[in-house]
């Protein structure tokens, strides 16, 4: 055979072997990096499990926040292992956000609490129901002789020995006081001068010292006081001595801010009769103006101390809810200071109010009282259904004695105490102040 005619065979053989060989050698070593690259689609691989593979590790947290799900992020070429939304091998709460989203404005886990609204759950309650809630205001009393006696005993009202002063009742945060003027026998005949001084007094008292108490007019007033942490002042007289049996005066002492009158204090005037008269008659003509004159002035009638006739009298003619500003019940105590059960369900049915008085001869009939005499009134009242209708009318500066372990209007805090025992916190609540809170909001302008 010639030498060129070998070259040919020789050539043929490779052409024919070559191929077959470097595709055995492919398969059996397992070797693929020398395999051609096929142009074939590929399938996209499973998610790896959770734990495994290095989307677990592979999460630093430089571009994940808590955001919740969000759209995915655009691919990263050649980036096979990028974590996408709902990616089983990343915690749920370290899943990426959107970036093109602001990062308050992301959506949040529907799972857990709505951070995206911060406002505190009770006030979100209030906006929802269109209600506000009660203001901090420690306490409300219906009755404090306190301008009387400061003038008596030559005291100012800031800090003084008497049963109330403002240095006190700051301790309750921003309580509302009615301070009363009230006349003894002695200035009967010069009453509306000498209502005048005692007003004068407060007004000055409370000009001196306004950065912690004001006067308040109306309820919206209360509100403004206990949001400035200030003391609510509430002007009323006690016996309509103080007019002189002149309706204009009426209008006088309204216009001076007075909000709340009682016809007649024990004794007999041109209004009517106190109960220590022992009279049977009822409201004189000038008491039943004075009550019409009252119900369109808006001012608040005070039953206390009228007799039964006139209490009657009172009830029939007035065409607003009263109250009994500072007197108890005539079934645990039969004084005739004290409200029979018929007089009390007519003050509830007018959706009127009672303030308890803490004068131990109105508990026992005695000058000595204890707690255990308090509670005993509060449960008759409670049990007449004046639950919703039963305040604080305490007689501070008014009456000589108290029941033990009460000394002064400090002692408020206490008696919040018995009651929560005997009563459970939400009656106490209503006693110490929410009752008379719904009565004003209603009433009080």
């Not at 996209?44 to 495994?52: E, M």
């Not at 506000?132 to 030559?154: V, Y």
């Not at 306004?210 to 919206?220: C, G, K, Y």
């Not at 408020?412 to 009565?439: A, C, K, V």
Request: proline residues 7%; charged residues 20%.
């Amino acid at each position: 055979m010639d030498r060129n005619m070998a070259k040919k065979i020789l050539l043929l053989l490779l052409i024919v072997i070559m191929p077959v060989c470097f595709s055995g050698c492919g398969e059996m070593t397992g070797d693929d990096t020398n395999m051609p690259v096929s142009t074939e689609p590929v399938a996209p691989a499973a998610p790896a499990a959770p734990g495994s593979g290095s989307g677990s590790d592979s999460g630093s947290g430089d571009s994940l926040n808590t955001g919740g799900e969000s759209p995915p992020p655009a691919a990263i070429p050649g980036n096979e292992t990028q974590i996408g939304p709902g990616d089983p091998s990343v915690p749920e709460d370290t899943q990426p956000a959107d970036p093109t989203v602001p990062e308050d404005t992301q959506p949040t886990d529907p799972s857990g609490p709505d951070t995206a609204n911060t406002t505190d759950p009770e006030e979100s309650s209030d906006q929802m129901t269109g209600q506000n809630s009660t203001p901090a205001f420690g306490f409300i009393d219906l009755h404090a002789d306190t301008p009387s006696r400061a003038i008596l005993r030559d005291q100012g009202l800031y800090k003084n020995t008497l049963d109330v002063d403002f240095v006190r009742l700051l301790e309750f945060g921003a309580p509302v006081q009615v301070f009363v003027a009230w006349c003894s026998d002695r200035y009967v005949a010069t009453a509306f001068e000498q209502t005048n001084i005692m007003f004068d007094l407060l007004d000055r008292e409370i000009a001196k010292h306004s950065d912690i108490i004001a006067v308040a007019l109306t309820a919206e007033d209360m509100e403004k006081n206990a949001r400035e942490g200030k003391i609510s002042a509430v002007l009323a007289i006690e016996g309509g001595e103080a007019l002189m049996g002149k309706i204009e005066n009426l209008d006088h002492f309204y216009n001076r801010g007075v909000r709340i009158l009682a016809p007649v204090w024990n004794r007999e005037n041109e209004l009517g009769y106190g109960q220590a008269t022992g009279s049977k008659a009822g409201l004189k003509p000038f008491g039943i103006e004075c009550i019409k004159r009252m119900d369109e002035l808006g001012m608040i009638l005070d039953v206390s101390h009228l007799n039964e006739a006139g209490f009657w009298d009172a009830h029939n003619n007035s065409t607003r809810p009263y109250m009994a500003s500072h007197s108890n019940a005539y079934a645990v105590t039969p004084h005739d200071r004290n409200l029979k059960d018929d007089q009390i369900t007519a003050i509830v049915g007018s959706g009127g109010i009672i303030g308890f008085n803490l004068y131990p001869l109105l508990l026992t009939g005695t000058e000595r009282a204890g707690m255990s005499d308090v509670l005993a009134h509060f449960r008759h009242l409670i049990g007449q259904g004046a639950g919703d209708h039963l305040g604080l009318g305490c007689d501070f500066d008014g009456i000589p004695t108290m029941p033990a372990g009460i000394t002064s209007v400090s002692s408020l805090r206490m008696l919040g105490e018995r009651l929560s025992g005997e009563f459970g916190e939400d009656m106490s609540r209503q006693i110490m102040y929410g009752n008379i809170w719904e009565f004003f909001k209603r009433y009080f302008n």
